[in-house]
T-cell receptor
Framework: GNSVTQMEGPVTLSEEAFLTINCTYT??????LFWYVQYPGEGLQLLLK?????DKGSNKGFEATYRKETTSFHLEKGSVQVSDSAVYFC???????????FGTGTSLTVIP | EAQVTQNPRYLITVTGKKLTVTCSQN?????MSWYRQDPGLGLRQIYY???????DKGDVPEGYKVSRKEKRNFPLILESPSPNQTSLYFC?????????????FGAGSRLTVL
């Protein structure tokens, strides 16, 4: 079946550190891949997306590349800020079945 | 402003007392969906709808009902709530089609069942 696996948290980093949050998926065909971010007390909002292999999604300094060969979509940021503290969800969407599948979320805390 | 609105935001109720969480979107989206968020389990889909009068079960539909009589509304109904339905609930919507399928989420409804 379809599923998303992302690295366990919580993750704590110092400001300006490099961030990687790993995400791998299981799905047939070519799903669309997403990263959503949830700030404290809020709903999820789209951070970035990629719809086909080798696409790179980017937003607010975050990047992720759709790697079909390794079924991965790792999230990276070169220099995190305190304001990046949030929970990050990796997700996929398949047109067949019309369902979104989410990972369990990774909590990130950035300390000054 | 394009948004998904859920109500109530917070609710404490007792076992067996029927309740409805409303969800409304103003973006003319075809796709609407309900999720519950629990610690360590992430988001799990309860029900989704592709359009008016079309609903399907997600991964955890037991104990819930939905309806889609109008395109903008997608209420979640708990006929007889139980404590294991204590959770944070999110409604979301999306347009459908190539390059679309980006979910817009509501702010969440925190439900406690005693």
């Amino acid at each position: 079946g379809n599923s998303v696996t992302q690295m366990e948290g919580p993750v704590t980093l110092s400001e300006e550190a490099f961030l990687t949050i790993n995400c791998t998926y299981t799905a047939t065909g070519y799903p669309s891949l997403f990263w959503y971010v949830q700030y404290p007390g809020e709903g999820l909002q789209l951070l970035l997306k990629a719809t086909k292999a080798d696409d790179k999604g980017s937003n607010k300094g975050f990047e992720a590349t759709y790697r079909k060969e390794t079924t991965s979509f790792h999230l990276e940021k070169g220099s995190v800020q305190v304001s990046d503290s949030a929970v990050y969800f990796c997700a996929l969407f398949k047109n067949t079945g019309n369902q979104f599948y989410f990972g369990t979320g990774t909590s990130l805390t950035v300390i000054p | 402003e394009a948004q998904v609105t859920q109500n109530p935001r917070y609710l404490i109720t007792v076992t067996g007392k029927k309740l409805t969480v409303t969800c409304s979107q103003n973006m003319n989206h075809e796709y609407m969906s309900w999720y519950r968020q629990d610690p360590g389990l992430g988001l799990r889909q309860i029900y989704y709808s592709m359009n008016v009068e079309v609903t399907d079960k997600g991964d955890v539909p037991e104990g819930y009902k939905v309806s889609r009589k109008e395109k903008r509304n997608f209420p979640l109904i708990l006929e007889s709530p139980s404590p294991n339905q204590t959770s944070l609930y999110f409604c979301a919507s999306s347009s459908i089609g190539p390059g679309a399928n980006v979910l817009t989420f509501g702010a969440g409804s925190r439900l406690t069942v005693l």
